[in-house]
């Protein structure tokens, strides 16, 4: 084998597209050649550089996306229909209309999306699930006057907007409360939020609820309901998935206690795969408490608190 | 074949909305993925979905059981994603890059940072590390682009590759090669 053509078999080779036996030709040619060598560790450092540019889609972006999905089925597109011809947007700004005429245009900032997320959750609530008004008692209507124009003769034609308040009540068994507790949980008000993830979090066996409980560890910007959440997951701390959330919060998590909690959760049982999280956290993190924490919990896994 | 989402496409396809939702969920984590990481873009990412899954609501259809629905799918997804590519492409835009006070930054950058306290010396380095490599992607072809991302990160095989780009194992295994020597060449001493 040649220096050129081991070159072009490396990116396939790291990417376990060859047969056996050029794998077994390029090992033994990279064995015997220093540049070859090299060039294989080159690929191998380009892959670890691209793996830590790969982006995780904000946790609220697909509530969102699907928010704007399913609203913009109800609200008009049709299923099989070779004639459709209206954009995505147009038919998602259309079944808002219906409900929240004069929100606009949603390309907005995450938070505000979120927001219509809610609101599209609340709309569906009340179109689908009529059983949830059984027991609420109606509130006066807030009206908002989004246009005024005259029409002739003296009249003006005014567009407006009522909301109403209702109030709900319910167990948490019941699916529409639990539903509205969900939509709680993405709410702009923080006590909400925190009233909310406070009564999910004995109910993370639901996929629904442990997803809620997820975005909410990782993106709440409110430190109380990031530790409810926390809370809510202490019992799936055995679950890959969750202790791969509860890495990212002990790194990323600008609250100590949040990161001592979650250090507590990834060192009730043993699992190497968390040491180098551990040795990498204990370099960099900035709090003695959290930092003695992390180096204790290493030293009770007989490892290291230096990498090399 | 996967018995389950069999059975949700024929649901689905019968009109059963529940069953084309759950069909969705099934899928879309991996669509938003895959969309966040070519476009490096909420919005974008967001139209992709959109349009993506009602294309998908549209033609189920016409979805005959004749491949995988996973291939069927992302035949959609990557069609609306190298056409939004290749539009930047053309207007020479970088969208994934916004202008701040202290110069382009990768936007993506910028939303991270919202979560992470982070170390300003790791955050310059990564910064840097960030621009390089999004001049790296930027430099190759929609397609190479496509076929790189769907191997490194969403971890497709090139023969499934292939099948979603509608060309050869071949080929998908000629774009891989390109993209990772133009790659190595622009990360150059980074790497």
């Known amino acids: 084998m040649t220096c050129e053509s081991a070159s072009a078999l490396i990116p396939l080779y790291h990417y376990g597209e060859l047969t056996p036996e050029q794998e077994d030709t390029l090992e033994a040619h990279v064995h015997e050649c ?138 948490l068994d019941d699916p529409a409360i639990q539903q509205l507790v969900l939509a709680g949980s993405r709410e702009d008000n923080a006590a909400v939020r925190v ?86 956290l204990v370099q960099h993190e900035d709090n003695n408490y959290v930092r003695l924490k992390v180096a204790k919990a290493l030293k009770d896994m007989n490892a290291s608190v230096g990498t090399f | 074949m996967n018995p389950q989402v069999d059975s949700l496409i024929r649901a689905a396809q019968r009109g059963d909305q529940d069953a084309f939702e759950q069909l969705v969920r099934v899928y879309d984590q991996s669509v938003l993925r895959l969309a966040m990481n070519l476009l490096r873009s909420p919005e974008d990412a967001r139209d992709v979905y959109q349009e993506a899954f009602l294309r998908v609501y549209r033609n189920l259809h016409t979805f005959r059981f004749d491949c995988s629905f996973h291939t069927w799918l992302y035949r959609i997804v990557t069609n609306i994603c190298l056409d939004q590519l290749r539009k930047r492409k053309v207007r020479k835009e970088e969208a994934a890059v916004v202008e701040t006070s202290e110069g382009p930054v990768d936007r993506m950058d910028l939303f991270e940072e919202e979560n992470a306290a982070a170390d300003p010396e790791r955050t310059t380095w990564n910064r840097q590390l960030g621009q390089r490599i999004e001049s790296a992607l930027g430099d190759l072809t929609p397609r190479e682009r496509m076929v790189f991302e769907l191997r490194h990160y969403q971890g497709l095989r090139l023969r499934a590759i292939g099948d979603v780009l509608g060309t050869t194992e071949e080929a998908a295994k000629n774009c891989l090669f390109r993209a990772t020597q133009k790659m190595r060449g622009v990360l150059g001493d980074f790497i």
Do not use: H
């Open chain 1, 34 to 171: 220093g540049s070859c060598s090299q060039a294989m560790d080159r690929q191998r450092a380009l892959a670890r550089a691209l793996d830590r540019r790969e982006v995780t889609a904000p946790p609220r972006l697909l509530d969102d996306c699907r928010g704007d999905l399913f609203a913009a089925i109800q609200g008009g597109a049709t299923a099989g229909s070779k004639a459709f011809s209206k954009g995505p947007w147009t038919l998602f700004l259309e079944a808002l209309g219906a409900t929240f005429a004069g929100l606009g245009r949603m390309r907005q900032p995450l938070a505000a999306a979120a927001l219509l997320a809610v609101g599209f959750f609340g709309a569906r609530l009340t179109a689908t699930k009529t059983a949830i008004t059984a027991g609420g008692v109606a509130q006066p209507a807030y009206t908002t006057v989004r246009s005024i124009s005259t029409v002739g003769s003296g009249k003006v034609e005014i567009s407006v907007d009522d909301t109403t308040r209702r109030i709900v009540s319910g167990g």
């Open chain 1, 195 to 280: 009233e909310s993830v406070g009564l999910l979090k004995d109910r993370a066996a639901s996929g629904e609820v442990r997803d809620a409980l997820v975005n909410a560890l990782a993106a709440d910007p409110n430190p109380a309901v990031r530790m409810k959440a926390l809370e809510g997951l202490r019992p799936l701390a055995g679950d890959a998935q969750i202790r791969q959330v509860l890495a990212q919060a002990l790194i990323r998590d600008d609250n100590p206690v949040i990161r001592m909690q979650a250090v507590d959760l990834l060192v009730a049982q043993r699992d190497d795969s968390m040491v180098g999280v551990l040795q990498n």
